[in-house]
């Protein structure tokens, strides 16, 4: 599947499972199993690392947005990061917390 989900983000840009789901021989996006069977592969392919979410948009026939994935590579890797600013927000929540500490007493 994942040499099928490249070829449709070179084609289309970001997609959605179900797009992706129409592309791979054997598997129907409009049967309800296969299109969940679909949904736990992506689902498996991001928690892989092989797929990232890129963000959202509305389908018709759907009351909630839909997510749009598109493979893994260095610049989406970079764009999804968040690991930076995280470190950086705890460091600076520890040094607070530190200054407002009273010293400490020897007995």
């Not at 070179?10 to 997609?15: I, L, N, Q, V």
């Not at 994935?69 to 460091?91: H, I, K, M, R």
């Amino acid at each position: 599947m994942a040499e099928q989900a490249r070829a449709l983000f070179d084609e289309h840009g970001p997609f959605t499972t179900a797009q992706l789901v129409d592309r791979v021989p054997g598997f129907n996006a409009l049967a309800p199993s296969e299109l969940r069977q679909g949904q736990d592969t992506v689902r498996a392919m991001c928690n892989a690392g092989e797929l990232v979410r890129v963000g959202t948009c509305r389908v018709p026939g759907s009351c909630k947005p839909a997510n749009l994935y598109a493979p893994a590579t260095v610049e989406t890797c970079q764009a999804t990061d968040t690991t930076a600013s995280g470190a950086d927000a705890l460091a600076g929540a520890m040094q607070a917390w530190s200054s407002t500490l009273p010293e400490s007493t020897e007995v």
